[in-house]
T-cell receptor
Framework: DVKVTQSSRYLVKRTGEKVFLECVQD?????MFWYRQDPGLGLRLIYF???????EKGDIPEGYSVSREKKERFSLILESASTNQTSMYLC????????????FGPGTRLTVL | AQRVTQPEKLLSVFKGAPVELKCNYS??????LFWYVQYSRQRLQLLLR??SRESIKGFTADLNKGETSFHLKKPFAQEEDSAMYYC?????????????FGKGTTLSVSS
């Protein structure tokens, strides 16, 4: 069964802290994505990666960075957390092929105080 | 500009009533359209895709290129259909690319 896991379901951090959100997939997928999900705004792409050590900016990369050292793991980093980064963060992965189905993790609800 | 528009934030219907969740898109090419659903406390999951022409849980969606729409329909709503629904698109045959999502519509079905 397809599986995308995220390290935490809930996270509370303070302004200025460095925050790491981890995502792991066990499907040998090449492409991985980080989105943030906000009410009334839908899902917005932060960063994506199509291979190990490769990354591309999405629509809202400001204030974030990513790391992909291994194929199965894609990390989202908030260098200095701010209150406007309080959100639900979703990780997803997809494999190359005919059908473009993304598999999502359960999400991490991050609160920055 | 590539864009997905879901005009309704909230759609409330009674059990047994027909449901139509609207989705319009703007895309300069051949799009591939999807509906994703997120039930309470569950992860986002694919409901259906236009190329499959399938019916999932009684839902269907037809791609209308003339009207650039991909509305999601169900003839008789059930309470378990209550969820957040997102319409999304990508380029046809651009496997592996990021999806462009609409802002979502919350469907509430009451008895």
């Amino acid at each position: 069964d397809v599986k995308v896991t995220q390290s935490s379901r809930y996270l509370v951090k303070r302004t200025g802290e460095k925050v790491f959100l981890e995502c792991v997939q066990d499907m040998d997928h090449e492409n991985m994505f980080w989105y943030r999900q906000d009410p009334g705004l839908g899902l917005r792409l932060i960063y994506f990666s199509y291979d190990v050590k490769m990354k591309e900016k999405g629509d809202i990369p400001e204030g974030y960075s990513v790391s992909r050292e291994k194929k199965e793991r894609f990390s989202l980093i908030l260098e200095s957390a701010s209150t406007n980064q309080t959100s639900m963060y979703l990780c997803a992965s997809i494999s190359w092929g005919r059908y473009n189905e993304q598999f999502f993790g359960p999400g991490t609800r991050l609160t920055v105080l | 500009a590539q864009r997905v528009t879901q005009p309704e934030k909230l759609l409330s219907v009674f059990k047994g009533a027909p449901v139509e969740l609207k989705c319009n898109y703007s895309y300069s090419g051949s799009p591939e359209l999807f509906w994703y659903v997120q039930y309470s406390r569950q992860r986002l999951q694919l409901l259906l895709r236009h190329i499959s022409r399938e019916s999932i849980k009684g839902f269907t969606a037809d791609l209308n290129k003339g009207e650039t729409s991909f509305h999601l329909k169900k003839p008789f709503a059930q309470e378990e259909d209550s969820a957040m629904y997102y319409c999304a698109l990508s380029g046809l045959n651009q496997a592996g690319t990021a999806l462009i999502f609409g802002k979502g519509t919350t469907l509430s079905v009451s008895s």
